[in-house]
């Protein structure tokens, strides 16, 4: 599997243990909506795939390229730690070999794939994210913390020359975010749950 480096979605799997599927991120077969996938080489075995990570309160889904090999399903967050850190500094795409029960690493290293009972499902996350024809408003009740969470998985960049921007329908609905003036911007799309406040607000 071939993904951006500047992506994190480590950042974003649960760590709550009673939410025990969210706690790894998870690799899908196709494109997700609102996400455009990468040219792939079919002759080669290449497939259009999604890497998905969530906590419940912000999502972030994008594309990857799945090689011939590859199997879809959960993956450890911490794969996605140790890849990027043993990455080389001008590599723009990390390449992982997702096996069945192990993930191997670019520089040849061998991880344990997943650490969740193999009967584990993963949620259907991709029904939370909004329609583009329907978004209409900026944001508000959207916390900003969670937003800095999510700017840095969908690896925002501070240089000034990226723009992180989120819309909702409405201000009780989830926001799509996506990072604009960046090459890859339609390859990645990230969902953040407003806050919610008693009748008393």
Same mark, same amino acid.
């Given at each position: 599997?071939?993904?951006?480096?500047?992506?994190?979605?480590?950042?974003?799997?649960?760590?709550?243990?009673?939410?025990?599927?969210?706690?790894?991120?998870?690799?899908?077969?196709?494109?997700?909506?609102?996400?455009?996938?990468?040219?792939?080489?079919?002759?080669?075995?290449?497939?259009?795939?999604?890497?998905?990570?969530?906590?419940?309160?912000?999502?972030?889904?994008?594309?990857?390229?799945?090689?011939?090999?590859?199997?879809?399903?959960?993956?450890?967050?911490?794969?996605?730690?140790?890849?990027?850190?043993?990455?080389?500094?001008?590599?723009?795409?990390?390449?992982?070999?997702?096996?069945?029960?192990?993930?191997?690493?670019?520089?040849?290293?061998?991880?344990?794939?997943?650490?969740?009972?193999?009967?584990?499902?993963?949620?259907?996350?991709?029904?939370?994210?909004?329609?583009?024809?329907?978004?209409? =408003?900026?944001? *508000?009740?959207?916390?900003? &913390?969670? !937003?800095?969470?999510?700017?840095? @998985?969908? /690896?925002?960049?501070?240089?000034?020359?990226?723009?992180?921007?989120?819309?909702?329908?409405?201000?009780?609905?989830?926001?799509?975010?996506?990072?604009?003036?960046? =090459?890859?911007? *339609?390859?990645?799309?990230? &969902?953040? !749950?407003?806050?919610?406040?008693? @009748?008393? /607000?």
């Amino acid at each position: 599997m071939k993904y951006l480096k500047r992506w994190n979605p480590d950042l974003i799997a649960s760590v709550d243990a009673m939410r025990e599927a969210l706690t790894e991120c998870y690799v899908y077969e196709g494109a997700y909506p609102s996400i455009d996938a990468f040219s792939v080489n079919a002759e080669i075995g290449e497939r259009p795939g999604t890497l998905v990570a969530t906590n419940g309160r912000m999502m972030i889904a994008v594309a990857v390229i799945l090689e011939a090999k590859d199997v879809a399903g959960f993956v450890a967050p911490r794969v996605f730690v140790y890849a990027r850190q043993n990455s080389k500094d001008d590599d723009n795409f990390i390449k992982v070999k997702l096996m069945r029960k192990y993930v191997t690493i670019q520089n040849g290293d061998i991880l344990p794939r997943s650490e969740l009972p193999t009967d584990t499902n993963y949620p259907n996350v991709a029904q939370v994210i909004p329609k583009e024809d329907e978004l209409k =408003e900026g944001l *508000r009740h959207f916390s900003p &913390v969670f !937003m800095a969470e999510l700017a840095s @998985a969908m /690896g925002y960049s501070q240089d000034g020359n990226n723009v992180f921007s989120c819309m909702a329908a409405d201000h009780m609905s989830p926001a799509i975010c996506r990072i604009l003036q960046c =090459e890859y911007s *339609r390859q990645a799309v990230g &969902v953040i !749950m407003p806050q919610r406040y008693g @009748a008393e /607000g």
